[in-house]
């Protein structure tokens, strides 16, 4: 089992910056990768961002592409999502996940005001 913790969300403005982080715990020795999905109401979560483990690769949805940025510190097993330019559209809960989404965190609330 690994638990995640995320943290770093709040209320910005339109072409502010946000930086998330989640923390696993737990049986992180089986970490492959972790990620971040985000989910407003009404609609399907969705895809944001990814990064493998141990080589740190890296994908993006493409509409946050060159404005967000994953990485991870794996010394203490957290991953970051750097989220530069935030537009409304960005609004929404943010979920960490690992292993391609066979674990998840609580989620935490990004809003961005115009």
């Known amino acids: 089992q690994v638990q995640l913790e995320e943290s770093g969300g709040g209320l910005v403005q339109a072409g502010g910056s946000l930086r998330l982080s989640c923390t696993a715990s737990?049986?992180?020795?089986?970490?492959?990768?972790m990620g971040w999905s985000r989910q407003v109401p009404g609609k399907e979560r969705e895809f944001v961002a990814r990064?493998?483990?141990?080589?740190?690769?890296?994908s993006y949805k493409g509409s946050v592409r060159g404005r967000f940025t994953i990485s991870r510190d794996k010394a203490k097993n957290t991953v970051y999502l750097q989220m530069n330019s935030l537009q409304p559209e960005d609004t929404a809960v943010y979920y960490c996940?690992?292993?391609?989404?066979?674990?998840w965190g609580q989620g935490t609330q990004v809003t961005v005001s115009s």
């Open positions: 996940s690992s292993n391609s989404g066979i674990y």
């Open positions: 990064i493998t483990w141990n080589i740190g690769t890296t």
């Open positions: 737990g049986r992180t020795s089986s970490l492959s990768s």
